[in-house]
């Protein structure tokens, strides 16, 4: 597995927070995410799908959506594994997890980032 970036992101896409692991996509992507999300009904959602060469896993949690973004042929099973692996990790440590509880808690939730993944690969994912 090699995820480039993880965002987390309001239900429309507007990026929260960011940590680019690899730096081999740009950021920008997220708007392409965001379009997609946001063009389609939510009964043609799925977790996993790819524009352009660059291939997007996410999951929702509460108000929040985690995006695993990657444009190498990486296990996205595994991706979807560590998203909701940090999610119980930042529930372990605020209670639960909200866009607000994310905004006040800012560096963190950049430190747990950097623990449980390491360029782009999962390390420890317990809190």
Known sequence: MACSI??????KGKV???KNYRG???EKC????SQHIQEKDEMELRPVFTLEGI???YIKCSNL????VTKRNSNVALILFFLYKLTQVFKDYFGE???????DNF???????DECMDFGYPQTCES
Not at 6 to 11: A, E, P
């Open 16 to 18: 929260i927070v960011a």
């Open 97 to 103: 997890l909200e866009e607000e509880s994310i905004r």
């Open 107 to 113: 560096v963190v939730i950049y430190e747990l980032m």
């Open 65 to 68: 959506l985690l995006v695993g």
């Open 30 to 33: 997220i708007e392409q995410f």
């Open 6 to 11: 993880i965002f987390i992101t309001d239900l």
């Open 55 to 57: 291939t997007y896993t």
């Open 24 to 26: 081999d996509i740009p």
